[in-house]
């Protein structure tokens, strides 16, 4: 497989926007919201250099979409979600590639009546937005191929991988 992004180009700009957010946040209280599984790997590093009073949740989404690319139905399963009433939250995924997962989760986390809402991706794919989302924080944009690795998976395989391939199909 074709290396896109190495685990040092990642672990460098992991920590570059954490700094960007600890300096947004200035000191409140945030509530990271994950989305499973894909933000396993992004949410465990950027964690870690966030100095901020921090909580972590997490909810799974998952749009029924197999081996083909087209997004499905989008599934929100969020009852480990703490109560999020009044609190700010920083919502991360893995990739925003059509947008409708983010866009979604977005509508739904405001309607929880979130003091505020920020959305932070690791990856942002060109070309591919159906969806309008505004991403507040974006790590890399990539072309559009299908990646792998750092948390991104192909049926559950390659999540574990320290860097980001390009998957041959
Ligand atoms: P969206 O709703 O189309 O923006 O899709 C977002 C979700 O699709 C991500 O959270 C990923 O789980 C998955 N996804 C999109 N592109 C890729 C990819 O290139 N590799 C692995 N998963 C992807
Ligand atoms: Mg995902």
């Known amino acids: 497989m074709k ?3 190495s685990a040092d180009d990642i672990q460098r700009r992991v920590a570059e926007m954490a700094r960007q957010i600890a300096d947004d946040y200035r000191g409140q209280p945030v509530t990271i919201v994950g989305v499973l599984t894909g ?3 992004f949410l465990a590093d950027i964690v870690r250099h966030l100095d901020l009073p921090l909580r972590i949740a997490l909810l799974q989404a998952s749009s029924y979409r197999g081996e083909a690319t087209a997004p499905g139905e989008l599934r929100i399963q969020a009852e480990r979600l703490p109560d999020l009433r009044g609190r700010h939250v920083l919502l991360l995924d893995d990739i925003l590639d059509t ?4 866009a979604e989760l977005r509508v739904y986390l405001r309607n929880l009546g979130v003091a505020s809402l920020r959305v932070g991706v690791l990856l942002r794919k060109e070309g591919r937005q159906k969806t309008p989302v505004e991403v507040d924080y974006c790590g890399f944009d990539i072309p559009d191929a299908f990646v792998v690795g750092y948390g991104l998976d192909f049926n559950d395989e390659y999540r574990h991988l320290p860097y980001i391939a390009i998957l041959n199909r």
Do not use: D, P, R, V
């Open 3 to 5: 290396i896109l992004l």
């Open 39 to 41: 933000c396993l790997m």
């Open 99 to 102: 947008g409708q997962t983010l």
